[in-house]
């Protein structure tokens, strides 16, 4: 006890309110018996071998108490104190709550699995000088912590196991299809890859996966009419069906910007079977880039058609003298929509759509086009994708190839039994 005389120290032990009371009591009494405070609470803390500077304190805290010494009364301190820990508590509900909105927006509870891993994810984050924690959360999420806990020790379920196998296979085909399927296409794709997966669970994975189906946006009109040319008669009156290949293509321009300027696309369909049959890409928009869309086209189903008709709007590259030669020469017959009517092109209008749907402003387009150049190769890649693999909803949900094949498969077949009879 002697070492301790004089040096002020407190002795770091705790001591509680009676004995706080006791030293004060002592201190006061002594006091009046020496008629001075110097040297009072040393002598007191030496004797009782507290610390000084404790003494110190307490003495003046139980003068403020009293009303002698102007100051924060020890109620008045513990009224802050608890109204900062209010505060504190406060800004960490909010702060959970503010984390938690994402999934709370829609007002239900969100399903356990995700209440699991949100809490996980965000419990030992330390706001305000301490973790969140489990409990906080499980209260302001209104969910038992018991459920929780449950929840994290139990073995996985069979349908996340399953869910955990088939969701990068349901990206990977989405990311395999320019982004754009939405769920029933991409249902209809997993289904073709041999995936067994119903409808409502390729949704609800998709949600999961933060993925969902490219959107279409509005049309701009890239032809131009010449009033002054004559026009070929409408020999489609809208309706966009035929019973063979090769019976009646359409066509249409769009135009795409580029930094190098502006690109211009021709597609040719057959209205069959939806498959782009000839299509060019050029930085203008005269005759020449619709003559080599139809030697492309020429190219790819033969020199000469019976019976083809070959349908486009009023501007002046379908109504030029070249353009009906060269259709002429594959015998085709033109036949031109009314003028600004779209819906008297409407087929060849839905391509060019979901063209700049699909791979102009597509989800997988990471910026602009740079050049016609750039544009014209992409365009290759969709027109093969769009051929091949894309499943058209209008043809059952199978690519234009394998429609087609269909078809002569089902030609091939009849013939025989026609022979017979």
């Not at 239900?108 to 949100?118: C, G, I, K, M």
């Not at 791979?359 to 769009?386: F, N, Q, S």
């Amino acid at each position: 006890m002697g070492a301790m005389q004089g040096s002020g120290a407190s002795t770091g032990r705790r001591y509680s309110s009676e004995e706080k009371a006791a030293a004060v009591r002592m201190v006061r009494t002594l006091r009046a018996e020496l008629g001075t405070d110097h040297g009072t609470v040393q002598r007191v803390a030496t004797q009782l071998g507290y610390g000084i500077e404790s003494v110190r304190t307490w003495v003046k805290q139980a003068d403020i108490d009293d009303g002698n010494v102007a100051g924060v009364t020890t109620a008045e301190s513990r009224k802050l104190r608890e109204l900062e820990q209010e505060v504190r508590e406060l800004r960490r509900a909010n702060e959970i709550l503010k984390r938690a909105a994402f999934f709370l927006r829609g007002g239900a509870r969100p399903p356990t699995s995700e209440v699991v891993a949100f809490i996980d994810a965000n419990k030992d984050d330390v706001v305000e000088g301490r973790p969140l924690g489990v409990e906080p959360i499980c209260q302001l999420l209104q969910v038992a912590p018991s459920t929780y806990y449950a929840a994290r020790d139990r073995a996985p379920s069979a349908r996340s196991v399953s869910d955990a196998v088939l969701l990068p296979e349901l990206v990977g085909l989405w990311e395999d299809n320019y982004r754009v399927y939405g769920v029933r296409k991409l249902w209809k794709t997993a289904r073709r890859a041999g995936i067994d997966i119903g409808r409502d669970q390729t949704g609800r994975l998709m949600r999961a996966a933060g993925i969902a189906g490219a959107t279409r946006s509005k049309r701009v009109k890239t032809t131009r009419p010449d009033p002054a040319s004559a026009r070929h008669p409408d020999l489609v009156k809208r309706e966009f069906t035929a019973t063979a290949p090769n019976r009646l293509w359409v066509t249409d321009l769009t135009f795409v910007p580029t930094w190098a300027g502006v690109a211009y696309v021709c597609f040719i369909i057959d209205a069959f079977s939806r498959m782009i049959v000839g299509w060019r890409c050029a930085s203008h928009m005269r005759t020449e880039m619709v003559l080599d869309a139809i030697e492309m086209a020429r190219w790819s189903r033969g020199r000469h058609h019976e019976d083809l008709r070959c349908h486009s709007d009023a501007g002046s590259q379908f109504t030029s003298i070249r353009y009906g030669e060269r259709l002429a020469e594959i015998g085709a017959t033109p036949s031109i929509g009314t003028v600004g009517d779209s819906y008297d092109n409407a087929l060849a209008e839905t391509v060019n759509g979901y063209y700049k749907t699909e791979l102009v402003r597509g989800p997988a387009r990471p910026g602009p086009w740079r050049t016609v150049e750039e544009l014209e190769l992409a365009t290759l890649g969709w027109v093969h994708w769009h051929n091949t693999q894309r499943l058209h909803g209008y043809l059952g949900d199978v690519p234009p190839t394998e429609f087609e094949q269909a078809f002569y498969a089902g030609q091939t077949t009849a013939a025989p039994l026609l022979g017979i009879k």
